[in-house]
């Protein structure tokens, strides 16, 4: 068993065999939380995992959907599809709505990416960067109400979200989706009682190897992010959750351990962080 715990089967790039796709999961014991990233995107997330007993959900706007985005076509953004930007949303009763069903496990993914806003003149900047931090507040804030677990989309701005999850008073648990930063950020992020993300970067990037020789099992989750950053082999392919063993194999090698050992503990970190009900 493995658990791809940040996969993104609610876009449209697997609209066409999502079915096949979740099969072949459950033929090969893997286990996946579909995560939104704005509306739409948390509502088919929700959609599935009634569906799949292999399949959970999370329930978020992502930073990049708090600004006019560049629409792209993996996503469900069928909103102002004409146009070459997508109108921000914002984190409003209607995601809170979503968070009745019970296989919804988390808020998120949410956090800080300014990396979306550099086309942007910097008046403009200013104004999408203190509307990523207004969404991230608020979703921090519900998470607080029902008491559900992040799924922190966070890049390079570790120090930033963790003094505002610490201004929010946020004292529940997460996980920093997608964690490309170095060792002491790491730590930094596993002091304040959070989970370290990853994903199929560190089967072509040794920048985190250090990384994860450092850190314990016991605080990392393994993920694909598909359809995006498929792993060595299958780089430039779209991703998909089953390639959650590439990340597993990578961690293996560089802690000296069994990929099964690796396997079974990041599965159980999942299951603990989310407080999943197995059948
Ligand atoms: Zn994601």
């Known amino acids: ?16 065999d999502l079915e096949q796709i979740i099969q072949k999961n459950k033929q090969e014991n893997v286990f996946v939380i579909n995560i939104g990233t704005c509306l739409e995107t948390s509502k088919k997330a929700v959609a599935i995992a009634k569906q799949y007993e292999n399949c959970w959900a999370t329930v978020g706007l992502h930073p990049s959907h708090t600004g006019p985005m560049k629409v792209d076509k993996n996503e469900l953004n069928t909103i102002n599809f004409n146009s070459e930007f997508k109108n921000p949303e914002v984190f409003d009763g209607n995601f809170e709505i979503l968070l ?10 949410c956090g800080l990416d300014y990396s979306y806003l550099k086309d942007f003149s910097k008046k403009d900047q200013e104004k999408y960067q203190e509307a990523q931090k207004k969404e991230f507040k608020k979703q921090i804030q519900i998470a607080k109400k029902y008491q559900l677990p992040l799924s922190l989309h966070v ?17 529940g648990q997460g996980v920093f989706h997608f964690f490309t930063g170095n060792l002491s950020q790491a730590k930094m ?8 993300g990853l994903s199929g970067v560190i089967t072509y990037s040794s920048e985190m190897d250090r990384v994860i020789e450092a850190i314990l099992l016991k605080k990392i ?59």
């Open 1 to 16: 068993m493995i658990f791809d715990s940040h996969t993104h089967l609610n876009l449209a790039a697997f609209d066409k």
């Open 221 to 279: 989750l393994i993920e694909t992010d598909a359809p995006y950053v498929a792993p060595i082999p299958y780089r430039g392919q779209r991703n998909e959750p089953i390639y959650v063993r590439e990340v597993a194999k990578k961690i293996a090698q560089i802690k000296k351990l069994s990929q099964e050992e690796v396997e079974r503990v990041t599965f159980q970190n999942t299951v603990e962080l989310f407080k999943l009900q197995l059948q």
């Open 155 to 171: 890049r390079n701005l570790y120090e930033q979200a963790l003094s505002i999850l610490e201004a929010e008073e946020y004292k």
């Open 189 to 196: 992020i596993i002091d304040k009682g959070f989970l370290i």
């Open 100 to 109: 009745q069903e019970p296989k919804v496990v988390a808020i998120g993914e």
